[in-house]
């Protein structure tokens, strides 16, 4: 088992790593919008909080040697499901087809207010 972090994702905000490497797999913790440097949103927009979650989950996943394209599956934690279309669409701008499989939940709140987070299961090779 083996840690991974890198700078160019946020920080853990709690008692939790960014992500762990083990049996091939990496296993990414949910990632808010927060911008690296800034620890802050970068937008309220929920597509463009989607598109700074799946940039925190890309960083890690070249930190372990692997990239997005072989993400296996995703979980998304949504505030607001009825913004669900827009933040697909900012989803759909990151993977081809095979699509990684994904699970979809709104929940009543997450960490600093954010409306969107993101956790992944990445293959470390094919």
Known sequence: MNLIE?????AAIGPYSQA?????????SGQLPL????????????????????R????IAEAAGTHLG???????????LSQFTRA?????EA????????ATY???????GAQIEVEAVIALSD
């Open 88 to 92: 697909n669409e900012a989803y759909a």
């Open 70 to 80: 072989r993400t296996l599956k995703t979980t998304l934690l949504m505030t607001d």
């Open 6 to 10: 890198t700078a160019n994702a946020p």
């Open 56 to 59: 925190n989950i890309s960083a």
């Open 20 to 28: 762990f490497a083990h049996g091939g797999l990496l296993f990414v």
């Open 35 to 54: 911008d690296p440097v800034t620890m802050a949103f970068a937008s309220d927009d929920p597509a463009e909080q989607m598109r700074q979650c799946l």
């Open 95 to 102: 993977f081809t087809a095979p699509f990684p499989a994904r």
């Open 106 to 112: 709104q929940v009543a709140a997450l960490p600093m």
